[in-house]
Nanobody, 121 residues
Framework: HVQLVESGGGLVQPGGSLRLSCAASGLIFRIDAMSWYRQAPGKQRELVATITARGRANYADAMKGRFIISRDSAKNTVSLEMRSLSPEDTAIYYC???????????????WGQGTQVTVSS
């Protein structure tokens, strides 16, 4: 059994910052890429940022220069530092991990339950 749990969401004013965290737990053998996605009301889920096992980060264009993804592979955690937030960043943010479980040879995608981020004055 594998679980991803996000934390750190909430209400923030435009121009403000917020830090999200996600911890993976369970019978994990190896975690490959870890990512953050978001889904705004009435819109499809979209990729925010990805970080590989080696620490290489990639961002969606709208997040470049404002968001920073990082991970602690020893603790199976991934974080997202968000700056210069605007109302357009309001969404549910989901953690995703491509990982393999102990005793299983293949990698699969796992999702957290999501954390709400609301940017409003």
């Amino acid at each position: 059994h594998v679980q991803l749990v996000e934390s750190g969401g909430g209400l923030v004013q435009p121009g403000g910052s917020l830090r999200l965290s996600c911890a993976a737990s369970g019978l994990i053998f190896r975690i490959d890429a870890m990512s953050w996605y978001r889904q705004a009301p009435g819109k499809q889920r979209e990729l925010v940022a990805t970080i590989t096992a080696r620490g290489r980060a990639n961002y969606a264009d709208a997040m470049k220069g404002r968001f920073i993804i990082s991970r602690d592979s020893a603790k199976n955690t991934v974080s997202l530092e968000m700056r210069s937030l605007s109302p357009e960043d309001t969404a549910i943010y989901y953690c995703n991990a491509a990982l393999s479980r102990i005793g299983e040879p293949v990698s699969d995608n796992y999702w957290g339950q999501g954390t709400q981020v609301t940017v409003s004055s």
